[in-house]
């Protein structure tokens, strides 16, 4: 959807990704919170207890919450990127690129690096590194990150 307003493809990979997918160089290291904007069908999917933002006078804490992410390779599959919120298990994975950190990208415009505190969070991205699903040995980065991801309806 943002294509027509961003249409270099450049920018939605980061350079220090230098996985490969099946067919070569991966084109998108970025996802986009599945709690943010239309997720079409996946509507309530994933996270039917929480809010799902459509409009940026709908954000409750726009300085705290994510929009884009980098995502781990092995979990990049679609645009979304989705957990299960209330279960505490990685269904994706963030990104660790960056020396076990990722880039976080926040709904009233800046930008955040994140290190992951937990090492099976920063896991390598190289195929079949996240080893997903998976239950954080420690729930410090599950918990930073589901902070940011969205709010709980009331």
Known sequence: KLFPYVKEAAV????SDNSKGG?????????????????????DQFNPNYVQVFKM????????????LEEHPDTIHF???????????????????????ANLHFADGHVESRHWACADTGRPAVKG????????????????LKQRAGVRKQ
Not at 57 to 68: E, G, H, K, L, S
Not at 79 to 101: E, K, M, V
Request: with cysteine; aromatic share 18%.
């Open 57 to 68: 006078t709908q954000f409750a804490r726009p300085a705290d919450t994510f929009v884009f």
């Open 23 to 43: 067919n070569g160089p991966r084109i998108r290291s970025f996802s986009m919170n599945s709690l943010v904007g239309d997720p079409g069908q996946a509507l």
């Open 12 to 15: 939605y990979k980061c350079p």
């Open 79 to 101: 645009g979304l990127f989705a957990n299960f919120w209330d279960d505490n298990f990685w269904t994706a994975l963030p990104a660790s690129y960056h020396n076990r950190s």
């Open 129 to 144: 590194g996240a080893g997903v699903p998976f239950v954080p040995k420690s729930a410090t980065d599950w918990d930073w």
